[in-house]
Nanobody, 124 residues
Framework: DVQLQASGGGLVQTGGSLRLSCAASGLTFADYAIGWFRQAPGKEREGISCINCGLGSTYYVDSVKGRFTMSSDNAKNTVYLQMNSLKPEDTAVYYC?????????????????WGQGTLVTVSS
């Protein structure tokens, strides 16, 4: 049974930092594409970063490039999203997800397993 457990969200002021974690059980992260997604209130879920997803070693959308860093610890079967210089527009529920396709890019519909989401709120 595959489970993804996301954690690390919280309330932070503009300019602050948070590190999200996503721990997997039932599969080995290193074998699959892993993505971070977020969904703000009233908006569609958007992909923001991925590894092993067919977009180079690690991909970031322009809105987070230079501020967010995705990494993985294969020994712990955990991926991280270090988020720096946070802005109010980063406020969203953040999800990690796994795709069996290494060409999944950051298309949400191509990811089969999802964590439960963790809320990030950035105050102005």
């Amino acid at each position: 049974d595959v489970q993804l457990q996301a954690s690390g969200g919280g309330l932070v002021q503009t300019g602050g930092s948070l590190r999200l974690s996503c721990a997997a059980s039932g599969l080995t992260f290193a074998d699959y594409a892993i993505g971070w997604f977020r969904q703000a209130p009233g908006k569609e879920r958007e992909g923001i970063s991925c590894i092993n997803c067919g977009l180079g070693s690690t991909y970031y959308v322009d809105s987070v490039k230079g501020r967010f860093t995705m990494s993985s610890d294969n020994a712990k079967n955990t991926v991280y999203l270090q988020m720096n210089s946070l802005k109010p527009e980063d406020t969203a529920v953040y999800y990690c997800a796994v795709s069996f396709s290494n060409e999944a890019w950051i298309v949400p519909s191509l990811y089969e397993y999802w964590g439960q989401g963790t809320l990030v709120t950035v105050s102005s």
